[in-house]
Structure formats: C-alpha cells, structure tokens
C-alpha cells in the first residue's frame, strides 16, 4: 500500500500502527531488511533523520536524495525518475511541493510510496500527533484546537486521522481565511458525528481544548507571500494570553517553530508544552510505519 493521504489508513490500520509503536517504546525490536529511498524537494529535520533512524533500527537501509541533485533540475519527468525510484527502492519516503506528484509517483513506481509531506498533507506528521495525544487523553472525548493557519498541510492531515478518532476539532483563524473544504468533507465522511467548529474566536475555539495545536505561518513554498500570511495571522499567535482560555491544555507543534511568530517561547519552553514528545515520536511512528506498510503489500 501507498500512505499518500492520511485517509488512506483505516481507523483499524492507524490502532495497528500505534500498537506496533507502544512494541517499539516498550524495546520490542522488528526486522524490515529493506531499502528505503528519501526524495525531497524541500528542507527536512525531523523527517528525514526519523526515516533514516527508523529503517536503519529495522535492519534495512536508506539513501537521501536531494531532488535538485538528480536530473529532475534537468528536466527528467517526475513519472521517469519515480519509475527509476521503483526499480532500486522497496520504499519512496517524499517530501514533494505538489501533491499531484506523490500520486503522479505512486502510479509510476514499483515501489511503496510514503508522503513525507506535500502542500496538501502531511500524514506521518499527522500520526506522531494523534498517537502524542493517546498518551494524554482518551481520543475520543478529546478536543484539540488548531490556532494560525488553518489551511496549512498539518491541520489537514490531523483532520482526517483525530475524526477517525471521533476528536473534536476547533479551527481557529482569520475571517474569510478558509480551511480545506474537500479535506472538511472527507473527514465529516470518515465519522457521521464528525464535530468541527471553525471560528476567527480565540477565546470560543480553544475553550475546552485538551490541545492547542499551531504550526508555522508560511509554510515551504509560500515564500513570496510571507509578509501577507504573516500579518494576516499575527492575532492567532500561540502565547499565554491563549492558554489562559484552556489553562490545562497541552501545546502542540510539528515544528520548525518561528518563535515570536506563531509562538511565543515561553509557551514552546513551558510546562503545558508536549512539542519534544511530539518530535521524539515521528521516529516511533515512522519505525512503525515501515513494519506496518512492510506487511501491507500493493
Ligand atoms: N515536522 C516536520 O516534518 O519537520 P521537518 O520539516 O524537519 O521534517
Ligand atoms: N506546514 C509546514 C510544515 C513543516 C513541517 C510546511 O509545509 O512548511
């Protein structure tokens, strides 16, 4: 199977993944002797080294490649070079700008494809979050508030896996600054009770929540627009006056953070912050991922 979208994994598939990641926490080790290719055509921290870590723990291998080092920059087509990527990778973890592409390289690789993050989803990301916030809160009768930009390719793919969970979801951002539409109705698809409020309320969206989660307010590839979204979502920063509407709530963040942008630091630093757990558990998830995926063949 390919993870392009978040919604490509059953509620049953994600519980099965979390508990192959609670095996691993608790030193369980698993075998997937197999070669993991990392494309990317941005930056990464996190994933790549949590996808490189985790393979290499299986047992397996793995090889980054920069998309401007290959004949891509060059003009080779994207169904080429994934065809190519097929034939020497068992799986194709990639980080893309355009999410046509990861589908585009699904339809052309022989290999299993992993979105590591496009401009519409970031599922892994997603999964570490969801499977953070297990550790705090029964899924179920969560809420977790999404604050800043509300469109972003984090809110999206956290939509699809906390409504499988029954979460509820609080999108908190500017007026007229709208969330994915077709990301909303998958996920109102995924669970008939789905439960979002999306307000431009500080205090009427994050009220209640067991999480606030941001992420940054100009994400890869946005650049030129930067000074707009910047001003533009400047009033939803994460700081205390926030978390003084849901004073127990857990601070959440995929990170890189912008601090003083998105969030301030002391909030990112502070007791309520889970955002180092979080990171930790991409390689958890992603180790998990790998053996999950391993058995989960086309
Ligand atoms: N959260 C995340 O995906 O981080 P990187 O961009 O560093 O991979
Ligand atoms: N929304 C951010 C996430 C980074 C992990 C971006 O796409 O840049």
């Known amino acids: 199977m390919h993870i392009l979208s978040a919604n490509d994994l059953s509620l049953n598939d994600i519980n099965k993944i979390f508990l192959i990641a609670d095996q691993i926490s608790s030193g369980k080790s698993f075998k997937v002797k197999k070669f993991l290719t990392l494309f ?24 980054y490649i920069d998309s401007s080092t290959t004949h891509m920059s060059r003009g080779e087509s994207i169904e080429d070079t994934s065809k ?4 020497y990778s068992d799986f194709i973890a990639a980080r893309l700008y355009n999410h046509k592409d990861i589908k ?12 590591s993050l496009t401009d519409l989803e970031h599922p ?3 999964l570490a979050d969801v499977y953070t916030m297990k550790k705090y809160k029964k899924l179920k009768s969560g809420k977790v508030a999404f604050i800043g930009d509300i469109a972003a390719n984090t809110a999206n793919s956290l939509m699809l896996v906390a409504s499988k969970f029954g979460m509820k979801i609080s999108l908190i951002g500017p007026k007229k600054y709208n ?25 009427e969206g994050v ?10 307010f100009v994400s890869m590839g946005q650049e030129v627009e930067a000074e707009n979204r ?14 003084k509407i849901a004073p127990s709530a857990k601070v959440m963040h995929c ?7 998105e969030i301030t630091s002391d909030i990112l630093d502070g007791k309520q912050s889970i955002v180092w757990e979080q990171a930790r558990n991409k390689l958890i998830i992603n180790e998990a991922l790998l053996v999950f995926i391993s058995s989960n063949k086309k």
């Open 104 to 115: 585009t390289m699904a339809e052309y690789s022989s290999a299993q494809v992993i979105n």
């Open 179 to 203: 969330p994915n539409s077709g990301i909303i109705k998958i996920a109102e698809e995924n669970n008939k009770d789905f439960n979002i409020n999306i307000t431009d309320s500080i205090k």
């Open 40 to 63: 990317f055509e941005k930056p990464s921290t996190r994933t790549r080294l949590s996808f490189e870590v985790a393979i290499a723990r299986l047992g397996g291998s793995s090889s």
């Open 124 to 126: 892994t990301q997603a």
């Open 207 to 216: 009220k209640d929540a067991d999480f606030i989660y941001t992420d940054t």
């Open 84 to 87: 190519i990527l097929g034939l």
């Open 255 to 261: 990170l890189p953070a912008h601090r003083g942008e």
């Open 230 to 243: 910047k001003k533009l979502f400047a009033p939803y920063q994460l700081n205390s006056s926030v978390l």
